[in-house]
């Protein structure tokens, strides 16, 4: 197998070939990791060199022999060091898997490296001091996107089928739509987050994964949903298996399109545009179509988001070392201040917050069965554009001028997924965001497999591993 034959499978494509015998794992792993060094030479999405072997995994699972890559979002897998981009945080090795790392090995993904982050992974920048600036494999001089950029600029290089991510106000979806890929944040609960964590960031953060397919997708979430032991709270389980979903008749459907950001911010006509493009094609298949949104506080949303900051900041404040002031960035400076300001009472009332704007999110869940917009409010920012701020409301002023249609989902629950539908006349990728009601990943599933085939990405796809 050589480097084109490899990038041309998705994941699917690739365990359906490792399991009839027509290449072994082993092929597959040597193909990943020369793929992975060419990669990652350009958009240096790595954080250390790879593993000397894959991380241990079922031989019989559905992505038995997969290459994948996990990220810098620690601790997730036993003996991995992990930092969170931070110098100031010693690279230090989990003790034991994540339940939904034990669920990635079960699935048989053979788990080859770790991908950067932006320190506290709180931007949509992947560029920090420790790691360094990760770039777009479409265009070099732009970012990934944060705050799995470094994963996603891996599968977009076609160095892996998929890799591991959190989005915790966007951090699949923007750099998905910044890559030109798929990027789903599952519904509040469908992915575990145990042992570790009950509700990761007071239940604004999702793990999951980037794929490059639809398909991909459906069947990493059919590996690894469902609570872990214990678990808190978990989203309704599905009727079927999603794998089933893909090109199942969603029925006619109430979408609601918007292209005008809660924020106020100003949307780029190109991405606004594949937007609406998305809803035509959608009204042109059989869906009843209108122009609708969410009646939304932005303010109250801003502080149901700034509780998550707390949580964020508070492994480290509660370690018994802190990490010395002079190998933070600024932006983390100013994250654990924040942190230290904000007293029991007024988390409290940024809950209460976060609950109001979850209720109005939810009650218009009762009219529409789908929401489209576009995933950023602009094409993908050239490296450096997002800088330090004196506040921490303007650092999120600043990161949702530029993503402005994510965060809202991470506070209410619903599930979203990020579709590389659209292209601008430079040649970079538009995601476009498509929502549903809590629990809903089926409907989600359906709709976005009926878009893959109406309005196809891979004959725009050109990987950078087969140009370099």
Not at 11 to 26: M, Q, R
Not at 325 to 337: A, F, G, I, M, T
Not at 364 to 390: A, R
Request: aromatic share 6%; hydrophobic share 45%.
């Amino acid at each position: 197998m050589d480097i084109h034959e490899y990038v041309s499978h998705d994941a699917v494509g690739l365990s359906e070939l490792i399991a009839t015998g027509k290449v072994s794992s082993a092929e597959v792993e040597e193909v990943a990791r020369r793929a992975l060094e060419v990669a990652n030479a350009q958009v240096n999405g790595l954080t250390r060199p790879l593993f000397p072997e894959a991380l241990a995994h079922s031989g019989d699972g559905p992505f038995a022999g997969v290459p994948f890559l996990i990220k810098d979002l620690g601790p997730i897998a036993e003996g991995v060091p992990f930092s969170i981009g931070c110098r100031g945080i010693p690279d230090i090795p989990a003790h034991h898997d994540t339940d939904l790392m034990k669920r990635f090995r079960k699935a048989g993904l053979a788990t080859l490296g770790q991908t950067t982050a932006p320190e506290m992974a709180i931007s949509f920048a992947t560029e920090s001091v420790k790691y360094g600036v990760t770039r777009n494999p479409w265009d070099l001089s732009r970012g990934a996107g944060g705050s799995s950029g470094g994963s996603a600029a891996l599968v977009a290089a076609g160095a892996v089928p998929l890799a591991h991510g959190g989005d915790g106000a966007g951090s699949l979806r923007v750099p998905a739509s910044a890559c030109g890929l798929v990027g789903l944040k599952p519904s509040r609960g469908r992915t575990t987050s145990g042992p570790d964590m009950g509700e990761p960031m007071l239940g604004m953060a999702y793990e999951f994964a980037l794929t490059r397919s639809v398909r991909d997708c459906a069947h990493l979430l059919d590996a690894v949903h469902g609570p872990g032991v214990g678990d808190k709270y978990t989203a309704p389980p599905p009727v079927r298996s999603y794998a089933e979903e893909l090109g199942a008749d969603p029925g006619r459907l109430r979408v609601a399109v918007t292209t005008t950001a809660w924020s106020g911010s100003a949307v780029a006509p190109e991405v606004a545009g594949a937007a609406l493009a998305v809803a035509a094609k959608l009204e042109e298949l059989g869906h009843h179509l209108a122009e609708a949104s969410p009646v939304v506080d932005w303010d109250e949303a801003m502080e149901g988001l700034s509780a998550q900051l707390v949580a964020v900041a508070a492994p480290v404040l509660l370690a018994p070392r802190q990490p010395p002031v002079e190998l933070l960035e600024p932006l983390s400076v100013l994250l654990l201040d924040f942190a230290r300001r904000t007293g029991s009472v007024e988390l409290l009332r940024l809950l209460g917050a976060q609950n109001r704007v979850s209720r109005s999110v939810g009650a218009f869940f009762t009219s529409y069965d789908l929401l489209v917009t576009p995933t950023l409010g602009q094409l993908p920012l050239p490296h450096g554009s997002l800088v330090q701020q004196e506040t921490m409301r303007g650092w999120l002023d600043q990161l949702f001028a530029y993503g402005p249609f994510t965060m809202l989902f991470n506070v209410t629950g619903q599930p979203a997924i990020s579709l590389p539908l659209g292209q601008s006349a430079s040649g970079l990728p538009i995601g476009v965001q498509l929502v549903a009601p809590y629990g809903r990943e089926d409907l989600l599933f359906r709709v976005a497999s009926q878009l893959e085939a109406a309005m196809p990405w891979n004959n725009r796809w050109n990987p950078l591993v087969t140009r370099c």
